[in-house]
């Protein structure tokens, strides 16, 4: 094996370290994306397209239900720690390890030891995760070449700690201006306050009740909140302007139209003068309900939690194929220069996911 | 006479244009210090004392009233508009011609003409006003030598427009901090929102209802308003701090602790952690009921009116003296590159000070 290879005959914990030894920050994938689809193409049950430095690999065996397998094969910069380490209590130690390095690893090793699965398959490996939206390679197979990712459900192997979450909360942020009308603070009858104008806004806010709606079994919790708020021209001038930038995060029985409605709704006589999404990435629902879904659930074990945060797994959402998350990985040491899973964990994902497709 | 020395039998508008060609910007009133200082020491009827860049003049003449007549001579940086330049219509041009040579022209031709006034006289001259607070000559001589401006009354000679502007309001900056806990957005039930807690101190601001009492005769306008407002940690975390800046202009008839006084008691149950008083500048009364102010209202003529903005009367004020601004210059072209007065105002404002001072 050179330092260019994947040798998929590694046990899953062996394949996390090699794939953790491989460096792939962000807009670096190129070289372990030529690796995974150089290890995937002789397997004889797999198709394998690519697209940039995106790999999709997919069997083709007509089953009545076809599942996704997604990961991300970029990480957050390396912090000191690279190469991996494994101590003497079964955890592993580096870069990538939790997110998501080793879920890639169960990735791969399911391509290589189900050739037969119960249900056909789409293996996904996706660049460029970890930067601005716009870069995420997931994001451009999609627009690029939607019939690659056409499936009834979706597992994400982000890190959730070897526990199912479901769907994804949406997330939409606007800016919410206030205008008034500049002046001297020692003749302020002159002008008119920016800021005092959007004290209604704030009370709105205050007061708001979020809704914790109950979607295939899960309670979501919602939120709209203020995360910033600036205003102010100088320490003697009544400010003309102030902008509230408020974050909606919303469960996923809202489409993206009801969900920018109802922030209009919220603010609609607050005195806003301009509203402006600045950002917005819609929810996905966790189709626990689908068959697939359910035996899934059976396999893995445990109980469905809601997912609150936002991940990819809304981009199969704006697809139509409803998906959880699930993988070995603890998202609480994601992105930390501590970054570690632990090995049985990655063997137990795999375990679970092979009895769901093989039972 | 060379380069360095002031002709005091030049007339107002000669005096202005030969002040404004003497360069004096901040930090640079040394030359021009000591010509004023120079042209003074001669006249018999003048002690002299001199702080730093600072001149001050007295009669002691043992009379029953003393007045100041003040101003500062630095200028803001020339803007191309040096030397001074006379027109067809009797306009004066030049850095310094409103903001206030012609004023210090003013002060200059009343202490070499009239060598016994009917009140005993103050000339104060006096470095740094157009800087920052601390480096204020007038501040610093009311600091070491608080004798030198002992008086009754006070004309401070900024250009006014040769109307009478009573006394000044005060202002005081407070920075009113909320608090909150940090948490991901997401999951926003896990932290508490610093500016959903600021609601309540922008209600406040809202609805507050400023004062207009009558001061001697002079109504003053009142005003609290936020001048600046800042929050937010990123756009996916809850904040947990919220400052709003807020600056309060009082009427003179409140001293500086029952202005902030009243600051704290109109936010005292909005949920403030953190009350910081950033800058403070207390009124100045105008006390035109004093008999010296009267006499001064008659010769002068016109209708006194309030100055709502804050100057460096308030430093006379903060020394029990009342006083008001009395120039010739028009505050609406200071600082301007086309900075002017008209000359026959130079002439009035002294004519009627002497009227004042001798009548």
């Not at 069997?59 to 990480?75: N, P, Q, S």
């Not at 139509?320 to 964990?345: Q, S, T």
């Amino acid at each position: 094996m050179d330092g260019h290879t994947l040798d998929l005959s590694l046990d899953g914990p062996e394949l996390t370290a090699r794939l953790v030894d491989f460096p792939s920050v962000s807009g670096q994938e190129k070289d372990l994306a030529d690796a995974v689809e150089a290890a995937l193409r002789p397997l004889p049950h797999l198709t394998v397209d690519r697209h940039g430095n995106n790999v999709v690999a997919r069997t083709r065996l007509g089953r009545a239900e076809r599942v996704v397998l997604a990961g991300h094969i970029d990480t957050v910069p390396i912090a000191d720690n690279v190469p991996s380490r494994l101590d003497d209590d079964g955890v592993l130690w580096g870069c990538g390890t939790s997110d998501m390095k080793s879920g890639v690893a169960v990735q791969l090793r399911i391509a290589a030891t189900v050739p037969e699965p119960n249900r056909d398959l789409t293996f996904v490996f996706y660049d460029n995760e970890e930067v601005a939206a716009q870069h995420n390679g997931l994001g451009h197979v999609a627009e690029a070449h939607p019939d690659w990712l056409e499936a009834d459900f979706a597992v994400l192997l982000e890190p959730s700690d070897a526990q199912v979450e479901g769907g994804c909360q949406g997330t939409i942020r606007v800016h919410l201006r206030l205008e008034g009308e500049r002046a001297h603070s020692a003749r302020s009858w002159m002008g008119s306050n920016a800021i005092h104008a959007a004290a209604p806004v704030l009370a709105r806010l205050a007061a708001y009740e979020p809704r914790r709606p109950v979607i295939d079994g899960l309670e979501y919790r919602e939120g709209l909140n203020a995360v910033g708020i600036e205003g102010g021209v100088a320490t003697n001038v009544i400010p003309d302007s102030c902008t509230v930038v408020v974050n909606y995060r919303y469960a996923p029985d809202l489409g993206p139209d009801e969900a920018e409605a109802h922030v209009r709704e919220v603010f609609a006589d607050c005195g806003v003068v301009e509203f402006t999404v600045d950002d917005h990435s819609g929810a996905a629902m966790p189709g626990l309900s689908h068959p697939a879904a359910k035996a899934f659930m059976e396999a893995v074990g445990g109980t469905a939690q809601p997912k609150f945060g936002w991940t990819d797994v809304s981009r199969f959402g704006a697809l139509g194929v409803p998906a959880v998350n699930y993988g070995p990985g603890d998202a609480l040491f994601a992105h930390k220069r501590d970054e570690h899973v632990a090995v049985d964990r990655i063997t137990h994902c795999e375990e679970r996911l092979r009895s769901w497709l093989t039972s």
